[in-house]
């Protein structure tokens, strides 16, 4: 019997289980499939058809993609965030937060153009920018200063420093 966290995907991608079929989990043009996911205990590995180099790569996308949307979101519409985060007084800094998170984001995608390994520099920051992220989501949480629907945001932001952690130890 699988568990929920096999079958769940992290900062919003669906994960297969590491049985499903080939025909399933491709979704690259060629015969073998790009790359086959699992979620297992705060980890992303490259199960069938992927490298060290390419699972490093995805997960530079999905830090880069998911820094660029939360970063955007308050900038976009005030509504719907502080629908999910709650009012803010000083909204300003709501908005300056994601244009430093966006602008993060946009660092990392933009580092997607060069070939090769993520620089040991832009690691460090991927890595320190969720670490802090996390570690400032839980403190307020913990004061009652915002909203727990932000724990799940550090949830994603460990998510991260643990898939860097475990692609670096490859």
Not at 10 to 25: H, L, S
Not at 43 to 53: M, N, P, S, V
Not at 98 to 116: D, E, F, N, Y
Request: glycine share 8%; proline share 4%; hydrophobic share 50%.
């Amino acid at each position: 019997m699988q568990s929920v966290a096999n079958r769940v995907g992290v900062i919003g991608f669906m994960v297969p289980p590491k049985d499903t079929p080939n025909e399933e989990a491709s979704w690259g043009r060629g015969h073998e499939p790009l790359v086959v996911w699992r979620w297992d205990a705060l980890r992303i590995e490259a199960q069938a058809g992927g490298d060290w180099l390419r699972t490093r790569r995805l997960l530079l996308v999905a830090h880069a993609g998911y820094y660029v949307v939360t970063g955007a979101w308050p900038l976009v519409s005030r509504r719907t965030f502080e629908k999910v985060t709650g009012p803010k007084e000083d909204f300003w800094l709501a908005q300056t937060v994601g244009v430093l998170v966006g602008a993060i984001g946009l660092g990392l995608a933009q580092s997607l153009r060069r070939p090769g390994d993520v620089s040991a520099e832009l690691q460090t920051v991927a890595v320190a920018s969720a670490a802090g992220l996390a570690l400032v989501d839980v403190i307020f949480v913990s004061k009652a200063c915002i909203r727990r629907v932000y724990l799940l945001d550090a949830f994603a932001e460990v998510a991260l420093v643990a898939s860097w952690h475990r692609t670096s130890q490859s």
